[in-house]
């Protein structure tokens, strides 16, 4: 056990440990200007400073920055013939300490530090996106699925959530919230939590009625989605597909080799009451391969999506020939708006 551990034990916590570790590097650095200046400039007390920022919490770090302040000061009358240049530096250390106070109030709303909420959000992220469902189904069936954000963040508008409510049975739903990267991240990330506890808790025709529901109760300025759901039968290779103002899910026939579209209706998530969504059925078979996409797979400015669909499709049935593993990815990385958030979902049988 280490020695954070036992201060741990002993009710010291962690933040009071970064605060002691801060102010004596603090000090240190003070003692470094006071015995030798020239060796140890005074501006080396950013150095605790930007640290002190990113792991003190709200309520410690202003505190912190007054500290550094002062010590600021005492390092400024240790300068022997101070310049221009010299105060120049120490104004602009006073005003990294007033932007650093500033960012700590916004911070209190939150009540933890830089590196604890970005942690804890990305974590939070992480453990949505592992709730798919979509590792360990039964033999003779393949599930991939891609998604890239718009500006390459780590956090989109779209994002999938799967689950599997009996060993039989696979849910599956790609929702498409309104805005792009960031602006739509924090939605999509609660939209995700809800839709993935709704998506195993109903039966497959009611999971959209439910959806819009809890979208239409958040009362959101920007309170709506696409959505497409698939429901299958993983013994017999049943399944339903139901849409709410979502792109169509494509089919690939192996008999054939061709993809389909299938013929889904129902409303945008979020802006009516009482919305009913039409329902494709059918069964997958041997080789057949069922296509979950976002509009920004097919949409560009100037160009009809159906357009963008044939494109997609006609790319779809090139990498399938190129072999089912990673197609998703390929896909998302050659097509699509690099300006909108994309996502693909592939399901194959075997």
């Known amino acids: 056990m280490n020695w954070t551990q036992s201060l741990a034990r002993r009710g010291v916590s962690m933040q009071s440990q970064y605060l002691v570790a801060l102010v004596a590097l603090g000090l240190g650095i003070i003692a470094g200007v006071i015995v030798d200046p020239m060796a140890v400039p005074f501006t080396s007390l950013m150095v605790p400073l930007l640290l002190g920022s990113i792991l003190l919490g709200p309520k410690r770090l202003p505190f912190f920055v007054l500290f550094v302040t002062i010590l600021v000061f005492v390092a400024l009358s240790q300068q ?28 209190s709303r939150l009540g933890v530090g830089g590196a604890a909420g970005e942690s804890m959000f990305v974590d939070l992220r992480e453990r949505i996106s592992r709730q798919t469902g979509l590792d360990h189904l039964p033999p003779g069936w393949h599930a991939e699925s891609a998604l890239e954000s718009a500006g390459g963040t780590a956090f989109a508008g779209d994002f999938l959530v799967a689950t599997r409510p009996t060993p039989q049975r696979l849910e599956i739903a790609l929702v498409d919230v309104s805005g792009k990267g960031e602006d739509a991240g924090v939605r999509a990330l609660l939209l995700a939590g809800a839709f993935g506890g709704l998506l195993g808790a109903m039966p497959a025709a009611e999971f959209l009625p439910a959806a819009n529901d809890y979208l239409l109760r958040q009362d959101w300025d920007e309170g709506f989605a696409t959505a497409i759901h698939l429901s299958v039968d993983l013994r017999t290779g049943g399944y339903e597909v139901r849409s709410a103002g979502h792109p169509p ?48 797979m097919v949409e560009l400015p100037r160009r009809d999506i159906d357009l963008g669909i044939d494109r997609m499709l006609g790319e779809a049935e090139q990498m399938m ?28 049988r075997s």
């Not at 072999?323 to 994309?342: E, F, H, I, K, Y």
């Open 80 to 107: 022997e013939n101070p310049t221009a240049r010299v105060y120049g530096a120490g104004v602009i250390q006073l005003l990294m300490g007033l932007i650093v106070l500033l960012t700590s109030v916004r911070r």
């Open 321 to 348: 020939r190129r072999g089912v593993v990673g197609s998703a990815q390929r896909l998302v990385d050659n097509l699509g708006s690099p300006s909108d958030d994309r996502a693909v979902l592939l399901l194959t």
């Open 249 to 296: 899910a494509a089919l690939r026939t192996a008999g054939t080799g061709r993809w389909t579209a299938l013929p889904t209706e129902g409303p945008i998530l979020g802006l009516m009451r009482e919305a009913s969504f039409s329902c494709s059925t059918g069964v997958l078979r041997r080789d057949d391969a069922l296509l979950l996409y976002t509009d920004g």
